[in-house]
């Protein structure tokens, strides 16, 4: 396997050509591939490089407007209300960001709500600028239907994942990114690839009864949510703040039969912005306590924090470039010429 | 065993009598009997009159203030700050509960931050008013350090509860509340005693190696999070939010070993409220969209709804009562009498 080595500006550079390509504005284009390559530079392998297929084939489909001009309002001191007009969420985000900081800051908290937008990308990079600039942030995101509520058939929630950022003392933020569902869609089908079977509590059939057998799951079936009873209360949640909060859809709404290709679900994102100085009076103790409880965590063993991978992934990227499979980068660029058909 | 069956507010004018007696001002004394009767009566047992011994016991012991008069502070126009002057959480939310709900209406969304604070409740009963009043609510509080970080031997989290609550258009709210551990305390206890194995993934035992033995987990081992790494994500979140945001103790720092007898561990709760009308426009489409959801996933089989359970409790407790065991209330009455012995 030959491989390339692209420094990241160079790689958000070429994916921004290849959106273009597709039917991206500028702005659009330059959010999407900064989230994608910054995501294949952290070893986020699932949400890097592997998704530029899917944004072009739902660009080709029609089913996403790449030129969306997302519409802001500011619906209360503390609420910033996004309409993405059937365009992307990353650039939906973009455009409200500064406000909901500034009202973060100056409520102590403030909540971000997006509607009729598509996302496709990694959500802790969502979050991890706010903690890079001394605020936490929590956010959610629904998907398409997939998950099942325990005891039922019908697939009603998406794999819903919830997202949490905040500073630290000694180094740079503390995050988290997690799926609702037991497993990724994607894990799915890769284990189904490999003939291997799942974890039980990962997945039922399309009878409703539980299975091991990721074939069950993809045919008819259905993941479940993870941790039982916890994590179906979590995924539901994830519904009501990204679909009933900002007047979008369930996941159990959207509907891309008309457009074939289509791989990015129309629904919503939430995000919650709170500045700790409002509740700790400064940020130096806020994050020196969160410096301390992560201490305390080190000091009992050969624990991992979570996606504390990426820094060492940007480490080597930084001095060595993001490694890249030549064949796979070249489909990629390949996709800037319309005609051409889309790599799976 | 003989049962009494009494009135909800039969049962908390007895049990504010008991903890009056043990040296609560009457406003707490009548704020924890609410809670505690009310999660009695909704078939919470583990936070009903099981939780009278422990109050007294920890008021006893002088670890916790049982007059304290929580301060108020307006810390920005979406933040509250409650320091509980090492008094009851109970007591402190509902001196800040109006302004809340007024910054919460104003803003879009507020935050409440409880420190020096000391919670033996359900959490349940804290967020379920707001979504009553039309409100969203989502609450997490700390506790005492009985869960290790998967890899650990050292307990460092909190049972780490999260409660959720949201209003609906056909019903009463729709809440949640789980702790973040595997299991209750309690219930391992419980197992112990019954001689039961409990679920792999429950917890570890003085090594830090995984056990299903109730006994080894208590002897030295710790309980982990529910669901791994994501559970272990969320623990976390759960100490940063009610330690290092608010400015008050981590689970881990709470030491309570010179005031023997002593329940409640002193740490602190955050909680969000948000204005659905910010979001969606008018609480009549979110309740919809909400009820929606629901029916939704009513429609696919035979599920359970979180918490919905308190439903039927209520209507029973409304009727007839809330039935109780003889002896048990007859021995939370005598704890009226302080130079009784407190019964385990």
Redesign the interface.
């Known amino acids: 396997m030959t491989k390339r080595h692209l420094a990241l500006d160079d790689m958000i550079v070429a994916l921004g050509e290849v959106l273009r390509a597709n039917g991206c504005s500028h702005d659009v284009a330059q959010a999407l591939a900064t989230n994608c390559a910054s995501a294949e530079r952290d070893g986020s392998k699932s949400h890097g490089l592997f998704r530029m297929a899917g944004y072009v084939s739902t660009l080709r489909s029609g089913w996403v407007d790449g030129h969306a001009r997302p519409v802001v309002e500011d ?5 910033v ?1 996004v309409d993405a007009q059937n365009g992307f969420t990353l650039p939906a985000h973009d455009a409200a960001r500064a406000l909901v900081e500034e009202k973060a800051r ?6 971000l ?1 997006i509607r009729n937008s598509h996302h496709l990308g990694a959500l802790y990079l969502d979050v991890e600028p706010y903690a890079e600039k001394g605020l ?1 942030a ?1 956010s959610v995101i629904n998907s398409m239907a997939v998950v ?7 697939p ?1 929630y998406g794999t819903n994942p919830i997202a ?1 950022a ?1 500073p630290r003392a000694e180094a740079g933020p ?1 995050l ?1 990114d ?1 799926a ?1 569902s037991a497993m990724a869609h994607g894990d799915v089908q890769v284990a189904a690839q490999q003939g291997r079977q799942l974890l039980p509590g990962t997945g039922v059939d399309a009878e ?1 009864q539980p299975t091991q057998d990721p074939n069950a799951i993809l045919s008819g079936g259905a993941l479940l949510p ?8 979590l995924a ?2 994830v ?3 990204c ?5 979008g859809q ?1 996941s ?1 709404e959207v509907d891309w039969s008309e457009h074939p290709g289509a791989h990015t679900p129309r629904t919503g994102q ?1 995000l ?1 912005v ?3 100085t ?4 400064s940020l130096a ?2 994050a020196a ?2 410096e ?2 992560i201490q ?2 080190l ?6 924090l ?1 996606s504390e991978e990426r820094y060492p992934a940007r480490e080597i990227a930084a001095k060595e470039g993001i490694a890249v499979d030549a064949a796979q980068w070249d489909a990629i660029l390949a996709l800037k010429a319309p005609a051409e058909a889309v790599q799976a």
Chains 1, 2 share one sequence.
Not at 75 to 79: C, K, N, Q, R, V
Not at 106 to 111: F, S
């Open positions: 619906a209360a001191p503390g609420f209300r100056q409520n102590g908290i403030a909540a709500a936490i929590l099942v509520h325990p005891g039922s058939t019908k009603v949490f905040t503390l988290f997690f609702t409703g993870f941790g039982g009873h916890k994590g179906m209360a539901m949640m519904e009501i703040l679909a009933a909060l900002v007047g369930f159990y939430t919650i709170i500045d700790p409002a509740g700790a009076g103790p806020f306590r969160v301390a409880l305390e965590v000091s009992g063993g050969p624990v991992r979570p």
